[in-house]
């Protein structure tokens, strides 16, 4: 059993909660963008990396199934948000390139990380 964060720990927590006028900016553009102080303070900030295209057939379903993850992020606590990846597969639904429900597992590591790292987010879910 994980043992649970105290909001001190949380690496996104440490880009909202100072009292200084960056954090003050960053609290700033979520309330622009319509969140409530309560809905991120205190709470992760979970990532979700979605490679949903309108032009991958075999991404279709990553849409839906995101609005899930994210209800159970909120569920559970979190604050999710949705990034966007980078789209490994082709549109052509014959190429080989294209394995159905492990698509993040092609996406180059160092990139995935250096994203997360910009959106300042405390966990991603991957789905694999």
Request: glycine share 10%; proline share 5%.
């Amino acid at each position: 059993m994980t043992r649970r964060r105290s909001a001190d720990d949380l690496r996104s927590q440490r880009w909202f909660a100072p009292q200084d006028l960056r954090s003050f900016g960053h609290r700033s553009r979520m309330m622009q963008m319509g969140y409530a102080t309560a809905d991120f303070m205190g709470k992760p900030v979970i990532a979700i990396i979605n490679t949903w295209s309108d032009l991958q057939q075999c991404h279709q379903h990553f849409k839906a199934r995101v609005e899930e993850v994210k209800r159970g992020v909120w569920q559970a606590g979190g604050f999710p948000v949705e990034l966007g990846g980078v789209r490994p597969c082709s549109v052509d639904p014959g190429d080989d390139d294209c394995v159905h429900g492990r698509v993040v597992a092609f996406v180059p590591g160092d990139r995935m990380l250096e994203q997360l790292r910009g959106a300042h987010c405390t966990r991603a879910h991957q789905r694999s």
